[in-house]
């Protein structure tokens, strides 16, 4: 099935660093998302953007539309032990109903 | 207000078998969708029910089927399984179908159903 570029697949950083990544897509999406997994659960819902060009923060988590609206990044500053998990970027395309298309994930690891 | 709740939490099953996995959608939701993950495919979208009617569809075999019922609440079967059907399978809920075209319909998973295929 279709997926989202989605990159890095997996960072080690230290606590108190800033964490970027982005996804990149072929096709035109009306809405991003991004959701963190933890092991064992399903993906929780971190920041959705709905406009090209939107720049929306949610604690210490911001995230943009980008303005062609084939990509999106997530960025999340002064990184904590907790915020360890994989984060997912997905997409709603106009035609798709409520079929979201995810990205492969970025596994982030943060080291003490 | 509760969350997506799914059932069982985890199944082991054997080749040949059928399974019925139940999600409740979180309440006054009205839209359930249902996703697959692997570790080699990642999320992938099987279905997607509202009113009790299958609007969009994945490409996944006919042995995988759902329905959806008056109060909302979704199962899905998987008949005659394989090997390859071992995975999470997550399902998730917004109140209204169409997709997060407008705030306030976002997606929320469920903890999935961790499926094991002997």
């Known amino acids: 099935g279709q997926q989202l570029n989605q990159s890095p697949q997996s960072m080690f950083i230290q606590e108190g660093e800033d964490v970027s990544m982005n996804c990149t897509s072929s096709?035109?999406?009306?809405?991003w998302l991004w959701y963190k997994q933890d092991p064992g659960e399903g993906p929780v819902l971190l920041i959705a953007?709905?406009?090209?060009?939107e720049l929306t923060s949610n604690g210490r988590l911001t995230a943009q539309f980008g303005i062609t609206r084939k990509d999106s990044f997530l960025n999340i500053s002064a990184s904590i032990p907790s915020d360890v998990g994989i984060y997912f970027c997905?997409?709603?395309?106009?035609?798709?109903?409520?079929?979201?298309?995810f990205g492969e994930g970025t596994q982030l690891t943060v080291n003490p | 207000k509760a969350g997506v709740t799914q059932t069982p939490r985890y199944l082991i099953k054997t080749r040949g078998q059928q399974v019925t996995l139940s999600c409740s959608p979180i309440s006054g939701h009205r839209s359930v969708s249902w996703y697959q993950q692997t570790p080699g495919q990642g999320l992938q979208f099987l279905f997607e029910?509202?009113?009790?009617?299958?609007?969009n569809k994945g490409n996944f075999p006919g042995r995988f089927s759902g329905r959806q019922f008056s109060n909302s609440r979704s199962e899905m079967n998987v008949s005659t399984l394989e090997l390859g059907d071992s995975a999470l399978y997550l399902c998730?809920?917004?109140?209204?179908?169409?997709?997060?075209?407008?705030?306030?319909?976002?997606?929320?998973f469920g903890p999935g159903t961790r499926l094991t295929v002997l």
């Open positions: 998730a809920s917004n109140p209204f179908a169409g997709g997060a075209l407008f705030m306030d319909n976002e997606q929320f």
């Open positions: 953007l709905y406009k090209a060009g």
């Open positions: 096709s035109i999406f009306n809405t």
């Open positions: 997905a997409g709603y395309e106009e035609t798709s109903g409520s079929r979201l298309t």
């Open positions: 029910y509202f009113s009790e009617t299958q609007r």
